[in-house]
């Protein structure tokens, strides 16, 4: 019995890294399948100090780009232990982005080091995951990545699409643009200062909060969805969001009876989706 338990952890040892490296293939082989089977353009693209990973429809050009922004995926192992990889175990922004019924060009773009470890994760350190993941480093990145796919589709306007912590960054995103017609979030971390403190988390240092530039964005339309049964990040988040915008703000908060923090948003996307174009154009 003694040489068991000597043994086990020298098991554990070996067997272990393995079986993450496994997941960690699984991971990333979803989402490239995921587009290239909708018919979309998946490649790698250098924006930044970050590559990052981008799908692209093939709908022709139009004036206004929809981006889908990826939550903030796998981004810790366990309370306290950074994940090796921040792939998400579900891309769910994919997910919303190949389900968006609209004519008008659309993309997906994957956080800093989602789908591109190891051989394309240039700067890729847990922070940009962890702490720093709505840090101006990543900011930069993806905005440079969004300037790039605004050329190339030829569009003058964005609509930003945001999923969990993708919700976050398109309204920090949208605080430093002038071309962002739209902000659509989807179960969002909005205020980091109330959720860290609601979960008793660490604050999440050299981030940037997205409720501190709510003022900055008072005048895009905006459209927060959230699902009654979320509980990771849950309605109370958005709310407090919302409070910090000043009275004459653009902004709806919907709340969906019965979806979570990743179930129902895909299956139901067309519809949410198609209601929020037709109000924005009203």
């Keep these: 019995m003694r040489a068991l338990r000597r043994v086990t952890p020298l098991l554990l040892a070996l067997l272990v890294p393995g079986a993450l490296a496994a997941c960690a293939s699984s991971r990333q082989a979803e989402a ?16 930044g100090a970050f590559d990052l990973a981008v799908a ?14 990826e939550g903030d995926g796998l981004a810790y192992a366990w309370r306290g232990q950074p994940a090796l990889d921040p792939t998400p175990t579900d891309p769910v922004a994919l ?33 940009a995951w962890t702490e720093r993941r709505y840090a101006p480093e990543i900011l930069d990145s993806i905005g440079a990545a969004l300037d790039a796919l605004e050329r190339q589709s030829g569009a003058r306007r964005l609509v930003l699409v945001g999923y969990s912590g993708g ?16 902000i659509v979030t989807v179960a969002a971390d909005l205020d980091l200062g109330y959720w860290t403190r609601r979960e008793h988390l660490s604050p999440l240092t050299g ?47 919907v709340e969906v009876p019965g979806f979570t923090h990743a179930c129902c948003w895909a299956r139901d996307w067309p519809s949410l989706i198609s209601e929020v174009n037709t109000t924005a154009s009203r």
């Excluded at 692209?56 to 922004?69: K, M, P």
């Excluded at 919700?167 to 739209?182: I, N, S």
């Excluded at 919302?242 to 908060?253: F, G, K, S, T």
């Design 167 to 182: 919700g976050a960054v398109a309204v920090l995103l949208a605080g430093r643009r002038r071309d962002v017609a739209l």
């Design 32 to 47: 490239p399948e995921l587009a290239r089977a909708a018919g979309w353009h998946w490649r790698i693209m250098s924006a």
């Design 56 to 69: 692209s429809s093939q709908r022709g050009a139009g004036d206004t780009l929809t981006a889908y922004l």
């Design 207 to 253: 981030s940037l909060d997205p409720a501190d530039v709510a003022a900055a964005v008072k005048a895009i339309p905006q459209v927060h969805f959230t699902g009654a049964d979320d509980d990771v990040v849950g309605t109370d988040v958005a709310r407090a969001y919302v409070a910090r915008l000043p009275p004459d703000a653009h902004a709806h908060l």
């Design 95 to 127: 997910r919303l982005a190949l389900a968006d019924p609209g004519k008008t060009p659309v993309v997906w773009i994957g956080r800093p080091c989602q789908y591109t470890l190891p051989d394309r994760g240039r700067n890729c350190r847990s922070a």
